[in-house]
């Protein structure tokens, strides 16, 4: 009996080791797999990772030239449909719409003198860039409108009073939330002048009325500046009487500046109201590398100054000008002249 103990003692023995022996092949075997699988699972993870971030680059790379060359077409599609607004050349619009004969630069505007550069304006605490204005003056038709709208930047536009010629400008500024009214003054050479243009010799009764006939055209005026009218802003006693007129309108007077000699800042003065001016006229050539390198002087200027204006007209080149330097804006604050103060 004693001996089938230990007979089965030891066979239980053998098995027991060869269990243990099984168990552990068995658990080397999983941990190894289990491991592999890990560590597989984790290598496929990055890889994975990796091309998918690859393919977001490439995803993002390719949105970029999608934007570039949506942005290059946006901008050709601009300057096509700025043509197409403006495809009458200006001469030719100008002799058809006004029957005076042969259009003129904006040269006309001022006399030839060498004028006096105004004082530094100090930087609106507001405004974290210098601020420039642009004011696109004799806007009176249709087209003019169109093409200034085009551009999607904020552009003031200086309305003609109504005349024979353009019967329909008062009609079209009501349409806008904001504009100024171009206002014809004497000129001392200028002959080829507007109706209802204001004289040196005109009474205090004369320009009262005019400018409330003015008010009564385009009611919602805030601001009005000179077309031509170098005798008349260099006339003491004139200017006197259309400050006058126009403070009663409670409507401001942006000087052009179409003359050195201009009285205005004085009469401002007298008034103790700001005196505002033109600082740079874009288009006195049609060339439209010459308005470009003006319009980089008007940022240089806003730039030196803490703020500018600059004064052009709706000439097709100037247009266009002000399109392709969209980028020079990037360094100013563009805002209408009402935010100009």
């Given at each position: 009996?004693?001996?089938?103990?230990?007979?089965?003692?030891?066979?239980?023995?053998?098995?027991?080791?060869?269990?243990?022996?099984?168990?552990?092949?068995?658990?080397?075997?999983?941990?190894?797999?289990?491991?592999?699988?890990?560590?597989?699972?984790?290598?496929?993870?990055?890889?994975i990772a990796q091309k998918v971030e690859a393919k977001e680059q490439k995803k993002v790379s390719m949105l970029k030239?999608?934007?570039?060359?949506?942005?290059?077409?946006?901008?050709?599609?601009?300057?096509d449909r700025l043509k197409e607004v403006l495809k009458k050349d200006t001469k030719v619009a100008v002799k058809e719409l006004e029957g005076v004969g042969e259009y003129e630069d904006a040269s006309h505007e001022l006399e030839g003198?060498?004028?006096?550069?105004?004082?530094?304006?100090?930087?609106?605490?507001?405004?974290?860039?210098?601020?420039l204005a642009i004011i696109i003056d004799d806007v009176s038709v249709r087209s003019h409108v169109d093409a200034i709208k085009s551009l999607n930047l904020p552009i003031t536009m200086s309305f003609l009073p109504p005349s024979k010629y353009r019967p329909n400008s008062h009609t079209l500024a009501s349409k806008e939330s904001f504009y100024m009214v171009h206002l014809?003054?004497?000129?001392?050479?200028?002959?080829?002048?507007?109706?209802?243009?204001?004289?040196?010799?005109d009474s205090q009764e004369i320009i009262t009325h005019r400018i409330a006939e003015i008010k009564k055209l385009f009611p919602k005026v805030k601001h009005i500046n000179n077309h031509t009218g170098s005798k008349f802003t260099s006339d003491e006693n004139?200017?006197?009487?259309?400050?006058?007129?126009?403070?009663?309108?409670?409507?401001?007077?942006i000087d052009s500046r179409t003359i050195a000699s201009s009285k205005v800042p004085m009469v401002m003065k007298n008034y103790n109201k700001k005196y505002i001016s033109r600082d740079i006229f874009l288009d006195h050539e049609?060339?439209?590398?010459?308005?470009?390198?003006?319009?980089?002087?008007?940022?240089?200027?806003?730039?030196?100054?803490?703020?500018?204006?600059?004064?052009?007209?709706?000439?097709?080149?100037?247009?266009?000008?002000?399109?392709?330097?969209?980028?020079?804006?990037?360094?100013?604050?563009?805002?209408?002249?009402?935010?100009?103060?």
């Open positions: 009996m004693p001996r089938r103990k230990k007979t089965s003692s030891k066979k239980q023995s053998k098995t027991l080791i060869y269990a243990i022996w099984v168990l552990s092949v068995v658990a080397i075997f999983l941990g190894s797999f289990i491991a592999g699988y890990y560590i597989g699972y984790d290598g496929a993870k990055k890889e030239k999608l934007e570039e060359a949506g942005k290059k077409t946006k901008e050709l599609d601009i300057n003198e060498v004028l006096p550069t105004p004082p530094k304006r100090e930087m609106p605490k507001s405004s974290s860039k210098p601020k014809p003054m004497e000129a001392k050479n200028f002959k080829k002048e507007e109706p209802f243009t204001l004289k040196v010799d004139a200017v006197n009487r259309l400050i006058y007129a126009l403070d009663k309108e409670n409507i401001n007077f049609f060339d439209k590398e010459y308005v470009k390198e003006q319009i980089k002087k008007a940022v240089a200027y806003a730039k030196a100054h803490g703020s500018a204006i600059a004064i052009g007209h709706p000439h097709s080149n100037t247009i266009l000008a002000i399109n392709e330097s969209k980028k020079l804006f990037e360094d100013v604050e563009l805002v209408l002249i009402d935010r100009f103060y």
